[in-house]
């Protein structure tokens, strides 16, 4: 009995050692499993915080983009708005243009008319001029025919009469000169009275011409303050030599005052803004100018299409402006810049004081004559004028390599284009 009580003792024992092995790794199987949960957990809550973030920044570039895509819409809508009023505004300004076209058709055919009027006054004073030199003589020799009758008067009373023959003739002779000198009489009072008609024409022209002149130049000051504002108005023009194509060159021009020449600014701006120079070139170096025109000796088939922009623009063959404006305030100096003769498209820029070259003089056979138009001078790129001067020339002082104008702009003093 004492022996079983013994053994179930230690069975006892031996099953709670057992119990608290078990319970011992189970308790570590629990920890473990309880580490790899909280783990487990620490990670997805960490994800869980990454994607909270990483939403929360998409959000905010969402909201972002969102602020960014209204203030877009609305600098969209702005432009939009922006080029109606410039396609109205395009529009009225080409209705303008037309309106000042037809005014410029119909002054040049009334300047026309004043020319051939001018032209024939001139043809009748010269017919006049020559019958009063035909009257002039007619008038001394019926002096001399009175001379000789009072001395064949004197002759008879000295008792010493002439042949009634001679006396005859002489009193005939007379009679005949006397005829004579009173048509011319009547002829010279015609042609006086021809010359007031002529020269009340003359005035009368003369003054309309002048209102007319005023009056464009007035229209001309209105648009250009209209299109491109008040001014100081700037223009930049990029070439391309032929030496290094791949380099753009610039020369910036300021223009002259636009009270001083309004026609002539307004002229030389549209022929900028319509690119009317783009693809031409710089035909001429002299030593006292250097030209450029919408010409290119190079390439006859780009020369053509030049020229066709030329006359459908109607700046040839009559020249692109009215008429000249010059203004001793704004003399040829060197780098000015001028048109022709012809009133443009050419322009020159002048690589020494042309003052006396181009300004107004006086030509024999012709008289005195207006100065070239000089309406604006160059304030940037002087190196570039010098180096095409020093380019190589031809016989009749054409460049011998192609400079080529490859842009036009009307810019603003920053050098901003302004359309």
Same mark, same amino acid.
């Given at each position: 009995?004492?022996?079983?009580?013994?053994?179930?003792?230690?069975?006892?024992?031996?099953?709670?050692?057992?119990?608290?092995?078990?319970?011992?790794?189970?308790?570590?199987?629990?920890?473990?499993?309880?580490?790899?949960?909280?783990?487990?957990?620490?990670?997805?809550?960490?994800?869980?915080?990454?994607?909270?973030?990483?939403?929360?920044?998409?959000?905010?570039?969402?909201?972002?983009?969102?602020?960014?895509?209204?203030?877009?819409?609305?600098?969209?809508?702005?432009?939009?708005?922006?080029?109606?009023?410039?396609?109205?505004?395009?529009?009225?300004?080409?209705?303008?243009?037309?309106?000042?076209?037809?005014?410029? =058709? #119909?002054? &040049?055919? +009334?300047?026309?008319?004043?020319?051939? %009027? !001018?032209?024939?006054?001139?043809? /009748?004073?010269?017919? $006049?001029?020559?019958?009063?030199?035909?009257?002039?003589?007619?008038?001394?020799?019926?002096?001399?025919?009175?001379?000789?009758?009072?001395?064949?008067?004197?002759?008879?009373?000295?008792?010493?009469?002439?042949?009634?023959?001679?006396?005859?003739?002489?009193?005939?002779?007379?009679?005949?000169?006397?005829?004579?000198?009173?048509?011319?009489?009547?002829?010279?009072?015609?042609?006086?009275?021809?010359?007031?008609? =002529? #020269?009340? &024409?003359? +005035?009368?022209?003369?003054?309309?011409? %002048? !209102?007319?002149?005023?009056?464009? /130049?007035?229209?001309? $000051?209105?648009?250009?303050?209209?299109?491109?504002?008040?001014?100081?108005?700037?223009?930049?023009?990029?070439?391309?030599?032929?030496?290094?194509?791949?380099?753009?060159?610039?020369?910036?021009?300021k223009m002259a005052p636009l009270?001083?020449?309004?026609?002539?600014?307004?002229?030389?701006?549209?022929?900028?803004?319509?690119?009317?120079?783009?693809?031409?070139?710089?035909?001429?170096?002299?030593?006292?100018?250097? =030209?450029?025109?919408?010409?290119?000796?190079?390439?006859?088939?780009?020369?053509?299409?030049?020229?066709?922009?030329?006359?459908?623009?109607?700046?040839?063959?009559?020249?692109?402006?009215?008429?000249?404006?010059?203004?001793?305030?704004?003399?040829?100096?060197?780098?000015?810049?001028?048109?022709?003769?012809?009133?443009?498209?050419?322009?020159?820029?002048?690589?020494?004081?042309?003052?006396?070259?181009?300004?107004?003089?006086?030509?024999d056979n012709e008289g005195d004559?207006?100065?070239?138009?000089?309406?604006?001078?160059?304030?940037?790129?002087?190196?570039?004028?010098?180096?095409?001067?020093?380019?190589?020339?031809?016989?009749?002082?054409?460049?011998?390599?192609?400079?080529?104008?490859?842009?036009?702009?009307?810019?603003?003093?920053?050098?901003?284009?302004?359309?």
């Amino acid at each position: 009995m004492q022996k079983d009580c013994h053994q179930t003792q230690n069975d006892y024992h031996t099953c709670r050692s057992h119990i608290s092995e078990e319970t011992n790794k189970w308790r570590i199987y629990a920890d473990q499993n309880i580490r790899a949960c909280q783990e487990y957990v620490e990670r997805y809550l960490g994800d869980a915080i990454s994607a909270y973030k990483l939403a929360s920044v998409g959000l905010s570039h969402a909201i972002n983009r969102s602020g960014e895509h209204e203030a877009l819409q609305l600098e969209l809508n702005h432009q939009e708005a922006m080029r109606t009023a410039l396609e109205n505004s395009n529009e009225i300004l080409n209705q303008e243009v037309e309106a000042l076209e037809k005014e410029r =058709a #119909k002054l &040049s055919r +009334q300047l026309q008319n004043f020319v051939i %009027e !001018l032209e024939d006054a001139q043809r /009748d004073l010269e017919v $006049r001029d020559l019958e009063r030199v035909e009257c002039d003589r007619n008038h001394r020799d019926l002096i001399t025919c009175e001379e000789t009758l009072n001395q064949a008067d004197q002759y008879k009373a000295n008792n010493e009469a002439p042949s009634s023959h001679v006396l005859k003739q002489l009193t005939d002779q007379v009679k005949v000169l006397q005829n004579q000198g009173r048509m011319k009489e009547n002829m010279l009072e015609e042609m006086g009275f021809t010359i007031n008609n =002529a #020269k009340k &024409s003359v +005035q009368y022209w003369k003054a309309k011409a %002048e !209102l007319l002149v005023e009056k464009i /130049d007035s229209r001309s $000051r209105r648009d250009v303050l209209k299109t491109y504002g008040p001014g100081p108005h700037y223009v930049r023009i990029t070439l391309s030599l032929s030496s290094s194509p791949d380099v753009s060159e610039n020369i910036l021009l300021k223009m002259a005052p636009l009270d001083m020449m309004s026609h002539t600014i307004q002229i030389f701006l549209n022929l900028i803004e319509e690119k009317i120079y783009v693809g031409g070139t710089f035909i001429l170096a002299r030593e006292h100018i250097l =030209a450029a025109a919408p010409i290119d000796a190079f390439d006859p088939e780009n020369n053509q299409i030049l020229e066709e922009k030329m006359r459908e623009g109607g700046y040839i063959p009559d020249g692109a402006l009215l008429f000249h404006q010059y203004s001793p305030e704004y003399p040829h100096k060197k780098y000015t810049v001028g048109f022709s003769s012809t009133g443009g498209p050419l322009f020159y820029i002048n690589t020494q004081d042309n003052v006396e070259l181009h300004g107004p003089r006086h030509i024999d056979n012709e008289g005195d004559v207006d100065g070239d138009p000089v309406f604006a001078s160059v304030v940037e790129g002087f190196d570039v004028i010098q180096r095409i001067h020093a380019l190589p020339r031809n016989e009749d002082d054409s460049l011998e390599t192609r400079v080529q104008i490859v842009d036009t702009y009307v810019v603003d003093i920053d050098g901003n284009a302004q359309i």
